[in-house]
């Protein structure tokens, strides 16, 4: 199945796309596809994850409008056609 992850401000940078369709099994999970963007782009993993492996808190990840920060997190199962957004949280005022 297939799954398109929309990167958007640095990560877009990183990944080098606005858009990126990832092919991915069945059972697969958000984490599994950031799995796949950082064999692309190894230097992602610093930008998305803490040094302990926990995603960092300046990173919003959406799936289908929705935040994977909820009930699974990273586990969040995907389905075919699921859109992920890679959004870096921004302030100011």
């Not at 990167?7 to 796949?36: K, M, N, Q």
């Amino acid at each position: 199945m297939n799954v398109v992850v929309r990167p958007y401000a640095e990560f877009r940078a990183t990944l080098g796309e606005e858009e990126i369709t990832v092919s991915i099994s069945s059972d697969a999970s958000v984490r599994d596809v950031l799995r796949s963007l950082i064999a692309r782009s190894p230097q992602l993993a610093n930008q998305i994850f803490e040094a302990e492996g926990s995603l960092s808190g300046h990173v919003n990840i959406f799936v289908n409008g929705v935040s994977v920060r909820g009930k699974w997190g990273l586990d969040t199962r995907l389905q075919d056609g699921d859109k992920i957004f890679l959004v870096s949280a921004f302030g100011g005022g």
